[in-house]
């Protein structure tokens, strides 16, 4: 029974489900369900791989924070070194709110508005990834104003298939994301050129949940053909940015070791010759995805016409990756029954045929009985929405045998706060 995805931090013990110290049911007990559960030692589990791949040489690992902008969570990752990925001025404001370094912040996005742009120059940001000549133009209009020098990267659109879900590729020629290979260097030239811009270095993120390296290794030889154009037009580039998306395990598949893909891409980037140039990463998923559970109750049990229903308290708003993205997330009783399972479609109170969170699953269960949502520490609590209007769930960090509370469950009146009746 350890084939738990997030093991060895989530267990069993006698039948029960434990993450670290903690038997999940006691928290469910204490504040409510849905609850989400992460595990800080999950969290330090999956960051030491990519900090051991990196350690001999000039870096920085800049946590995708979109995948779980939780302060408690950015304030772990803040504490172990991390820098952060960022893809709004919201999610600068959540770094500056946990004391995160800005000059450890690179900023993402194919929309940043001038506003945004403002913002992080303000504060100090590390760098902007560029998405279009039109942002390059924007930003270097708004530093120039500021009597500043913006920092930039491109974000190249490699143009290779990772081989994963649809919306969650993003470095095929078709997509919204990055600038075109075969436009870069005339857009790098434009931006030496231009006031209020300073060329820092190059980046890619070709997609989420690519669980094969060889899209990767792609990416860096179609990067690497780039900065060396770039140079030899006169440009110089001091770091290369080798992205996220790095998949997890959710049911069986096989992505590789964190440190065994930076290695291979390492690999590559020493072979051309470009060893000595400083490595900045942006993974998201891969720190947070399988660190984290989502613990619902059994509210009922329908059996009969083609399918049987089981009805739990937590629904496409608190986890919309099923509806969205047809995604599938492991369901496990968080106490083990002894009884023939029956074949299950776990779906949510939501008045939508499409708020399920798992068809077709053998489990043994009873109304009132306890289940884990597993690998929902990432593109979860993150992407939840107070439709039907339910009140958002509340989160608990475990840390050993501690159990924190780290965000307190919505209430409804906060809920219409910012709404008026008409006079
Ligand atoms: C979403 C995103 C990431 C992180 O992706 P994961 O699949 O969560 O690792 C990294 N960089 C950029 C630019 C992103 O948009």
Not at 326 to 353: F, H, K, Q
Request: charged content about 20%.
């Amino acid at each position: 029974m350890s084939s738990l995805p997030g093991a060895p931090f989530l267990h069993r013990r006698a039948g029960e489900l434990w993450l670290e110290g903690v038997r999940v049911a006691d928290l469910a007990v204490r504040h409510g369900t849905p609850l989400y559960v992460y595990s800080r030692g999950a969290m330090r589990a999956a960051l030491e791989p990519y900090q051991r791949a990196l350690a001999a040489r000039k870096h920085l690992i800049c946590y995708a924070m979109k995948a779980n902008s939780t302060l408690a969570v950015l304030q772990t990752f803040a504490a172990l070194g991390c820098g952060f990925d960022i893809v709004s001025g919201g999610e600068l404001k959540r770094v500056l709110a946990v004391g995160g370094d800005p000059a450890r912040v690179v900023f993402s996005g194919v929309g940043k508005t001038a506003e945004e742009m403002h913002f992080a120059l303000a504060a100090g940001v590390r760098c902007f990834n560029v998405e279009s000549e039109s942002e390059l133009t924007t930003l270097a209009e708004v530093a120039t104003q500021m009597k500043r020098r913006a920092p930039v990267s491109l974000r190249v659109n490699p143009d290779v298939d990772a081989r994963t879900h649809p919306y969650i590729s993003t470095g095929l020629r078709g997509n919204k994301f990055g600038i075109a290979h075969d436009r870069a260097l005339a857009v790098y030239q434009r931006a030496a050129q231009l006031p209020g811009i300073e060329v820092a270095g190059i980046d890619f993120h070709i997609g989420s949940q690519i669980t094969d390296g060889a899209p990767y290794l792609e990416a860096v030889d179609r990067l690497l053909d780039l900065v060396e154009a770039v140079e030899r037009a006169g440009v110089t580039l001091s770091h290369i940015d080798l992205g996220g998306g790095l998949g997890i395990t959710y049911t069986d598949e096989t992505p590789p070791p964190a440190d065994v893909l930076i290695g291979a891409m390492l690999e590559r980037i020493d072979a051309r010759g470009h060893g000595a140039r400083e490595i900045l990463i942006e993974p998201g998923r891969s720190l947070v995805g399988n660190a984290g559970v989502l613990l619902t109750r059994v509210q009922v049990l329908k059996r009969g016409g083609e399918r049987n229903f089981c009805i739990v308290d937590a629904a496409m708003n608190d986890l919309v990756r099923p509806a969205m993205y047809n995604a599938w997330m492991g369901i496990t009783p968080c106490a083990l029954r002894d009884a023939e399972p029956e074949t299950w479609d776990v779906v949510g109170p939501i008045c939508e045929s499409g708020d399920w969170l798992g068809r077709q699953r053998s489990l043994t269960v009873v109304e009132g009985d306890l289940l884990a949502i597993t690998s929902a520490g990432a593109y979860a609590m993150a992407m939840a929405s107070n439709y039907n209007s339910r009140p958002r769930a509340a989160e608990v960090m475990i840390d050993g045998d501690a159990a924190h509370l780290i965000r307190r469950r919505e209430t409804m009146e906060s809920l219409y706060a910012g709404e008026t009746l008409i006079d």
